[in-house]
């Protein structure tokens, strides 16, 4: 066999097993011409997959922070570009409350840093049955990128959860639900966040897609359509700008709900230094009814919350008409309880759920005010 053809499949070869020798016609570089040249057995081995290096058991010290370690929060947000990255605006969410201080449980490492914490933000509920009472939200549920994995998740729930003689409420994300759902000792009660959808100028849509042949039927029908749930415009309502509230507003009492006093209002929506909101009012004569809160996102319009006390269709077909002038194409409602269908927005989907943890039974009225 000539040496090349022997070199080509000695190469190509990933396991060559002996079959009798080879016998050259031609001397080898090391080799004696004519002598047999034996195949060599090679074997092949893969490289081991490679494991996480196991994270080393970790002392930790749980334990309940106070306004001293609102630096030492900021900083370690500042790290993983996470929340609130300032001790400033984390005062103003955490001890700014007008239903009082947070409650923020952190973990600190054997170096004194800290490197976990959860967050029980307190929010006034109230209804006819039960009259006001507080709950928490669990939020900045959070562990720092080096000590995942270390069991400081489990040992930080844990002290919480021995801290929690009180009710709580949650919107948990994917992640959250999972474990909360499942956690032992715990009878959580869901409610689906339902999403609704009203169409306020569809040419703007058909515009924004290019669809420019059929964007003025499209304007003639969502005018339309709003005429027919929404009916004429009240001529005894108007809307003005708040720029701060005044007055108490409530919901339905015979469901549960948030406690909207003027001072939460405007902690909530007007001082608020992380989201610029558009809070405007409806007015019969010089009484304000009701109001709606909202936020614009290029052409759609989110509303954050809205109290309708007094012709809720009237005020309603005034919202429409407002965003209409801004060039607003349509303006989704996330909420629980909130019966939207009566006034024409369509249920689109449900983002996600609204969880309840040992507070009062009851039917719930939850907008995205009651959360953080």
Known sequence: MDMTVLRRFWRSSTVLQAAGPFHSTGSAAGGTAGAPVQAAVIEETKPEAKRPPAREKQHYVCREACEDDLQAIALLFRRHNY????????????????????????????????????VHMPRLFTSRETGVFMVRQAVDWFV?????????????????????????????????????KTYPGDTRTYFPIEEWWFPVRLDQLFLTNRKTAIAPAAGILSKLYTFIWLGRRAKELRMNPIH????????????IHGVRSAEFLNWRFIDNPVRRYSAYGFFRGNENTGYCVYDIDESL??????????????????LIDHLRGKGISEVVFKSVGFRMRRYGFIRI??????????????????SFADKD
């Open 83 to 118: 929340g609130l990255q300032s001790a400033e605006l984390l005062r103003w969410k955490y001890f700014g409350n007008p239903a009082g201080r947070a409650k923020i449980f952190v973990a600190e490492n054997t170096a004194g840093e800290i490197v976990a914490l959860r």
């Open 244 to 255: 701060r509230f005044e007055r108490d507003f409530g919901l339905n009492p015979s469901f």
């Open 144 to 180: 720092a990128e080096a000590d995942r994995g270390t069991g400081v998740y489990s040992q930080l729930r844990e002290f919480s959860r021995a801290r929690r003689d009180y009710p709580t409420i949650g919107f948990p994300n994917e992640i959250s639900r999972r474990i909360t």
């Open 301 to 318: 319009a989110k509303i954050y919350d809205m109290v309708l006390t007094y012709r809720p269709r009237a005020c309603l077909r005034l």
């Open 349 to 366: 989907g449900s983002p996600g759920d609204f969880d309840t943890l040992n507070t009062p039974q009851g039917d719930w009225l939850v």
